[in-house]
């Protein structure tokens, strides 16, 4: 792990991820991060999300976006997602074994009875030609699953460089 933070500050953090985000959810804690999990009021129970988090966008309209997925039923597929700032949504993850390599791909299996942490070297969302985002503020994330439909959370916008909240409090 030690290497793969440092491997992080070599790329210049890019995202703005600070070092610890990156070590934290390579780490794959995820029991923590379930344990505010709601579902939404008419969002099926069958698929809930928690721990979303958004940083700061470092180059304007531009920014990822991390959620942990917990899929109480049937596998399933996230085929899209949009947030309340608009721009587009596109999934990633590390190409290769290369984790600084990243590939798009159309959509993320959802294991049946599972949990799924998205994380800076894994799979995460790019969000591009967005609007305005400031830390500190809340944009929603509205995910949507080939079986379960529509599910939607929020998530704030942070800045963990500044000392705004991080990963580790949501």
Do not use: E, W
Not at 52 to 78: E, K, M
Not at 100 to 119: E, K, R
Not at 127 to 132: D, K
């Amino acid at each position: 792990m030690r290497n793969a933070v440092a491997g992080h500050r070599r790329r210049g953090g890019r995202y703005g991820l600070a070092p610890a985000l990156a070590a934290f959810a390579m780490a794959g804690v995820t029991a923590a991060a379930l344990a505010g999990c709601a579902t939404p009021a008419g969002a099926s129970s069958r698929v809930q999300l928690a721990t979303a988090y958004v940083p700061v966008p470092q180059t304007p309209g531009t920014t990822v976006a991390y959620v942990v997925i917990r899929n109480n039923g049937p596998a399933d597929r996230l085929v899209s997602a949009r947030t309340s700032v608009g721009g587009r949504v596109t999934f990633r993850r590390a190409a290769g074994h290369a984790a600084s390599a990243m590939a798009t791909i159309a959509s993320v299996p959802i294991p049946a009875h599972s949990t799924l942490a998205m994380a800076p070297n894994g799979i995460h969302m790019l969000i591009t030609g967005a609007g305005r985002m400031r830390g500190g503020k809340d944009i929603t994330l509205t995910l949507v699953f080939a079986r379960a439909g529509p599910v939607s959370v929020i998530a704030q916008v942070t800045n963990p460089q500044s000392g705004g909240s991080s990963y580790f409090l949501n």
